[in-house]
């Protein structure tokens, strides 16, 4: 036994680096044959990248590149290339569903963030520039981050070092496993979170930098909106319509929306939700998915401190309404 | 501001020194060409203003005042030899300055035959029917990224009448753009709203 | 503000010259306003157009060959640069005034080749009289001047054009707040 791990130990003659290029472009190669290129067709041709979901022809890309195309065309990484049929698209995480008639295709397969700590190895996959199949290594960032993009807020979006470059949205990142940990949503880009030289380039080039600030949607997420849009044929959460913040215990309600249930049944800004369902409420993020989570309308007990007294409260949870 | 290292070279060109020139030349043709050519859409006559502009500067650099900008004062000239020969091209004939660009001279080379893609002649085309005040501070700001205060150094206006200009170029401009798109029609690609 | 006051600001708005009370207006407007949002896309549009052009430098052939023929041949002697100029400036006035008269005479066709090139190439440079820029040891492409440095090609793909997709992010918070 000591011999073989001795024998083993002296043929390893690879250093580290060789090692980790190896594993890395190891995993690239997994990966490869489930990123895809996307055209869409609207006033402009807009181009990105997509992900094979399904073997039987499911993919999945950006809600906003695609939305109001005349027609989207969705090349394969070799080389075959077929049209492009929405089936769904939830704007609120930006995720778009699409079929094509492909079978056998190679599917992603999807990890988990919940177990990823910052620092983390990231790979991602897409088409910087229309460079398909490019490859960029990173690390993660950071977890649970709140983005604007064009006025619109994104939450739990997880935050990379991979470089990505106009067309890597809708790729895939990956982490040291070959499994997908996220879908590339955006890119930092402000003028005043950049110094000089980006708001040059930008001024210069009409376009963003690439950075190495790049945000995705966690694989948990991606695979939650892509197998309801799958099932109903469009997103379907739950909804009670207010804006949350985790506080020390429980969470604080920060807004109300009008005509939402939350408001209709009574609770106000600065509610502390401590219970829900018959169970303790724990933060912002898993009161979301536990409201999320419901399928159809449905009555749930919850219990708010308000003023230091705890109210219980009824509150029927319905479907997220439609909005664009 | 001036650059120290600029007027140091700037100092050995009064002086006489024949590689200077050459290094300020090296370091700004291609930047006076590129101007000439936004305003002229001709590379033959892009290079020969470049050429005038810097024969001038040769002539007068004596008398240059080494504590102002010297890239304003070359384009400036570059500018002015552009109008002066935009009026000229005008009167002469009604041209398509593109025409003017299909040298058969040997010196120009197969560049001259590159072709632009059809957007960007049509955004040469459409500049070309501006005037030429509001042709330069477009192509300055837009094109070459000047900022509002250099424009009007270079052109020899106040900000506020640069600023002004702007919003006409960039009205006029866009009113020709859509223009362009509706009345060619047919063989070109459906952009639809 | 009405929509024409909106419009007449958008100009001014697309090419970021506009005040700030100017641009929140413009922006606040078209956030409401659809026909206003269609026009300013529309100036977004072409000026885009135009600003594709920042790539479209002039071939190296024809850069170099400003500089080619303006180098007067280098003469033994301090006051050579004068004398070069001198015969450079007579060159010129001479060339011109033949050109300028053949060209009376000339249809309109190709058109003529410039005088500038023809005179200045009176005093083409010899031999050996193309030194190098040793005094400050710089290659010819390395500037002082901020501007300059920013025009460095980007890589395209070798495919038609077209939007390549990425949203840009504006803002990034830690504050955990979400929405249901």
Known sequence: ?324 | ?193 | MNCDDIRDLMPLFVGGEAEDNERIAVEAHVSVCSECAAELEEFRRARAALVDLRSEEPPLEVVEGVGRNLHPRPLLGADWFVRAAAVLVVGIAIGFLGVTLVRKDADSGAGGVPAVRRSAALVSPGPGSRSRFAGSGQEWNDVFEERETRRFPVPRADRPEGQHYLPRAETVTITGERDF
């Open chain 2, 1 to 193: 501001m001036p650059d120290a290292q600029e007027v140091a070279l700037l100092r050995r060109c009064q002086g006489g020194e024949p590689a200077a020139f050459r290094e300020l030349v090296e370091r700004y043709q291609r930047r006076a060409c590129w101007i000439a050519h936004n305003l002229l859409n001709s590379y033959e006559l892009a290079q020969d203003v470049a050429q005038e502009a810097f024969l001038r500067v040769f002539r007068h650099l004596a008398n240059f005042d080494l504590k102002k900008n010297f890239y304003t004062w070359l384009y400036q000239i570059v500018v002015n030899l552009c109008i002066d020969r935009l009026r000229k091209l005008s009167r002469d004939r009604a041209v398509d300055l593109e025409e003017v660009g299909g040298a058969t001279d040997p010196g120009i080379g197969p560049s001259e035959r590159e072709e632009q893609t059809e957007l960007r002649r049509r955004v040469h085309r459409t500049l070309d029917r501006l005037p030429a005040k509001y042709k330069a501070v477009l192509a300055l700001r837009d094109i070459q990224g000047f900022s509002c205060e250099e424009i009007a150094a270079i052109v020899g206006c106040t900000n506020a009448t640069v600023r002004w200009r702007l919003h006409r170029a960039r009205k006029l401009f866009k009113g020709l753009w859509e223009g362009h798109r509706i009345e060619v029609g047919g063989d070109e690609t459906a952009e639809s709203a």
């Open chain 1, 1 to 324: 036994m000591l011999m073989t791990v001795l024998l083993l130990l002296a043929v390893q003659d690879e250093s580290l680096l060789e090692r980790l290029e190896r594993e890395i472009s190891g995993v690239v190669r997994r990966v490869r044959p489930s990123v895809v290129s996307v055209e869409a067709k609207r006033s402009e041709m807009i181009r990105l990248s997509g992900i094979v979901y399904r073997a039987d022809g499911c993919i999945l890309t950006d809600a906003g590149a695609i939305a109001g195309a005349d027609s989207i065309r969705v090349t394969l990484f070799d080389g075959r290339s077929f049209e492009g049929r929405p089936v769904g698209s939830d704007f609120k995480t930006g995720i778009a569903v699409l079929r094509i008639d492909a079978k056998s295709l190679t599917p992603a397969e999807f990890g988990t963030t919940r177990e990823l700590r910052s620092g983390a190895f990231a790979v991602s996959v897409g088409n910087a520039h229309g460079l398909e199949g490019s490859a960029s290594v990173g690390t993660l960032a950071g977890l649970d981050r709140s983005i604007r993009v064009s006025g619109r807020r994104y939450d739990g979006m997880i935050q990379l070092t991979t470089v990505a470059h106009p067309g890597d949205c809708g790729a895939l990142v990956a982490d040291s496993r070959g499994r997908v940990i996220g879908l590339i949503h955006s890119a930092l880009g402000s003028e005043e979170a950049e110094g000089e030289l980006f708001r040059l380039w930008k001024d210069f080039f009409g376009r963003p930098l690439g950075g190495a600030i790049t945000f995705a949607v966690p694989a948990e997420t991606v695979q939650f909106v892509a197998d309801r849009i799958l099932k109903h044929g469009r997103m379907i959460r739950g909804w009670i319509g207010m804006s949350v913040r985790t506080a020390e215990s429980g969470v604080e309600i920060l807004k109300l929306e009008i005509g939402g249930p939350a408001r209709r049944a009574g609770l106000r800004r600065g509610d502390r939700i401590v219970a829900w369902d018959g169970e303790s409420v724990g933060d912002a993020a898993a009161l979301q998915k536990k409201v999320e989570a419901c399928e159809e309308p449905r009555i749930v007990k919850a219990a708010v401190v308000r003023d230091g007294v705890r109210i219980d409260v009824d509150l029927r949870v319905e479907i997220e309404p439609e909005r664009k």
